[in-house]
């Protein structure tokens, strides 16, 4: 019984063979050179790497400073929630540092670094996949 790899493209879907594990390695290889030919990872270019990080660092700064009693109570629920959303924020710059050193090490060639990411995109608009059982 044989083993793909499915990915999900906006024109159609890419079929690669993942019937041994070396096979598997060669189809992320496969998929992270198409994803970046695609241009699925421009914000990990550094500039727009820094200038996202940069933005995600001064909305948690901005907000973490924010004091509830100094705005009009018409403004109070909008700045808690904001508060409360701080992790989400957090969390997002973490993501966001995380893949980018993911996408350095899979430009030089790391292969493992390559499936992590790709594996952590899966739910990306066009960077879908999933492995399928032959018969």
Known sequence: M??????????????YDA???????????????NNEEMEYYHQYDD?????????????????????V??????????????KRNLGYKRQELLTLIREK???DLAKKGDAQSMQRLIERRKDGEYEGW??????
Do not use: C, N, W
């Open 101 to 103: 050193e993911l996408y």
């Open 130 to 135: 999933s492995f399928e059982k032959l018969l």
């Open 47 to 67: 500039e727009s790497f820094q200038e996202e990080k940069q933005e995600l660092e001064e909305e948690i700064k901005k907000t973490e400073s924010l004091d």
């Open 19 to 33: 019937s041994t594990k070396e096979k598997e390695a060669q189809a992320f290889k496969k998929m992270f050179k």
């Open 69 to 82: 009693s100094s705005v009009p109570s018409s403004m109070q629920d909008r700045v808690e929630t904001a």
């Open 2 to 15: 044989g083993k793909i790899i499915v990915q999900k493209q906006k024109h159609g879907d890419v079929y």
